[in-house]
């Protein structure tokens, strides 16, 4: 039941991440760098979709790391990539993209291996 639990965290967390980027790079676009790293970090600190964005994936490292305290590798990345699939969904219904049949159908792929993993 806990590595279920970390697998949804995991999940969860690295959907919020990918998610919190994609539209922050959307909203503002690419982030000029240049001038020194002091300043390159500043630039990324006034961007708080991305600062939500790395603190999520702290939380789905430090649950991956967790997760495979107690559970084999060969369970925790296949359980964990249920997420590509939620992201499909979430590209089409919340960022407009538009998702040809063929990437439906390796998210139904992916889908049918975590639902392996839980029998």
Known sequence: MTRWVLV??????TIAADLLQTMEMRRHGEVRLGGGWVREAAAVLRRPYIVA???FMAVSFFAFLKLLSIA???????ATAG???VETMLAKVVLKERVEARRWAGACLVACGVA???L
């Not at 949804?8 to 967390?13: L, Q, W």
């Not at 084999?72 to 296949?78: D, N």
Request: aromatic fraction near 4%; charge should be negative.
């Open 8 to 13: 949804g965290v995991v999940a969860g967390a």
């Open 53 to 55: 964005a790395v603190g």
């Open 116 to 118: 392996l993993l839980a």
């Open 83 to 85: 997420s590509v699939v």
């Open 72 to 78: 084999e590798l060969s369970f925790a990345v296949p």
